[in-house]
């Protein structure tokens, strides 16, 4: 079983930065592939971003350079750092794993999953 814990969620203004973070415990980290996903209210869970065990990153279209995944395998920590906010980036952030080093883009493919951490930006 592999446990994950999201932190570094709050408040911020439209143009801001924050980085989230994730940690990971019960589990090999290495040998996982790490996504974040998000859901902001009455809309479908969103796939973020991924990192493959081996460093190799995915993003989806709508935070692609503005976001950036990496991971510590040292510190069994995955990184979130988000510049560039907008308001439409509101949501609750989840960290997930999945058993494979491979990353995937669909939520049903990961394992494990944290309890979210909230992110709001305001205008």
């Known amino acids: 079983q592999v446990q994950l814990v999201e932190s570094g969620g709050g408040l911020v203004q439209a143009g801001g930065s924050l980085r989230l973070s994730c940690a990971a415990s019960?589990?090999?980290?290495?040998?996982?592939?790490m996504g974040w996903f998000r859901q902001a209210p009455g809309k479908e869970r969103e796939f973020v971003g991924a990192?493959?065990?081996?460093?190799?990153?995915y993003y989806g279209d709508s935070v692609k350079g503005r976001f950036t995944i990496s991971r510590d395998n040292a510190k069994n920590t995955v990184y979130l750092q988000m510049n560039s906010l907008k308001p439409d980036d509101t949501a609750v952030y989840y960290c997930?794993?999945?058993?494979?080093?491979?990353?995937?883009?669909?939520?049903?493919?990961?394992?494990?999953w944290g309890q979210g951490t909230q992110v709001t930006v305001s205008s």
């Open positions: 997930a794993a999945r058993s494979g080093r491979t990353p995937r883009r669909t939520e049903n493919e990961y394992n494990y």
């Open positions: 990192i493959s065990g081996g460093g190799n990153t």
């Open positions: 019960g589990g090999t980290f290495s040998s996982y592939a």
